[in-house]
């Protein structure tokens, strides 16, 4: 199985891969969910869209 691409979304800063609904514009995809395209500003990230929570 060869290794699928890989990018980092600049909203959440989190790596997703290449998926096959994005086959014909996967050089256009910048934001790795819906959730983070909305969430982005010109700025910068208000607020994140993926919190993380430590447990403990």
């Known amino acids: 199985m060869k290794p699928r691409a890989e990018k980092v979304c600049p909203v959440c800063h989190r790596?997703?891969?290449?998926?096959?609904?994005w086959a014909r514009c996967w050089d256009d995809v910048r934001y790795c969910s819906r959730r983070c395209r909305?969430?982005?500003?010109?700025?910068?990230?208000?607020?994140?869209?993926?919190?993380?929570?430590d447990s403990g």
């Open 15 to 21: 790596p997703f891969q290449w998926r096959r609904r």
């Open 38 to 53: 909305r969430h982005r500003t010109s700025e910068g990230v208000q607020n994140d869209p993926h919190p993380q929570t």
